[in-house]
């Protein structure tokens, strides 16, 4: 189920703007990488698709979320191209695995 508009990769922006979080991503697929989450929601309508922002307390929990039948998934626009996420309570940061990228 495709929640984006587009194919994954996002078309160029004016300007040569990047809305996208930059992580450096393994090639090992299950390998766990934590990184800091926007604090606003700050991506344009055409790439959002689907997502939707939610606001949590603390704010470093904000998060662009997608709804899969009645429940809430974190989303992250990461590398142009969009992941599952996870928050680490324990690290309070969001973490994401390259296996967990949205076809």
């Known amino acids: 189920m495709s929640f984006f508009k587009g194919k994954g990769k996002a078309p ?3 300007e040569d703007k990047d809305y996208s979080i930059q992580v450096e991503l393994t090639d090992d697929q299950e390998q766990i990488h934590f990184f800091r989450n926007r604090k606003k929601d700050d ?3 055409h790439l959002k698709g689907l997502a939707r922002w939610k606001e949590h307390h603390p704010s470093r929990r904000n998060t662009y979320e997608v709804q899969v039948n009645d429940q809430g998934f ?5 590398n142009n191209e969009w992941y599952y996420t996870t928050w680490d309570s324990l690290r309070e940061a969001y973490a994401v695995v390259g296996e967990d990228r949205i076809s």
Do not use: G, N
């Open 12 to 14: 160029a922006q004016p």
């Open 43 to 45: 991506l344009p309508e």
């Open 74 to 78: 974190s989303v992250k626009y990461i």
